[in-house]
């Protein structure tokens, strides 16, 4: 499905992915009063972000892995899950040691 918004989308997604956001702070960035800019609306109801909510912490937003899955289709490379070990980010071939 394509959407004149996917690269607005792509955008708020390689944002997220930085690192963990609030949703005050992602709402803060992306909120807009516009109809028809639905940038963070789209996100979700594509299942591309979803809300993390933990007791006693502030309600997150992460990425899913639809929400990788596109970035990687758009050419657009997602940061790494959370907690996975750098080597796992690396070219196997780069794996052997010298």
């Not at 992602?26 to 789209?42: F, H, Y």
């Not at 933990?54 to 970035?71: C, K, N, P, S």
């Not at 990687?72 to 997602?78: F, I, L, N, S």
Request: charged share 35%; net charge negative; hydrophobic share 40%.
């Amino acid at each position: 499905m394509r959407n004149d918004l996917d690269p607005l989308i792509l955008d708020l997604l390689e944002w997220i992915g930085r690192e963990p956001r609030s949703y005050a702070e992602v709402i803060e960035a992306w909120r807009t009063s516009c109809p028809r800019l639905t940038v963070w609306e789209d996100a979700i109801d594509r299942g591309f972000a979803a809300r993390e909510h933990a007791q006693g912490r502030e309600v997150t937003i992460r990425l899913t892995e639809a929400g990788r899955d596109f970035l990687r289709a758009h050419g657009r490379t997602p940061d790494p899950k959370p907690n996975e070990p750098a080597i796992a980010r690396l070219d196997p071939a780069m794996h052997r040691l010298w």
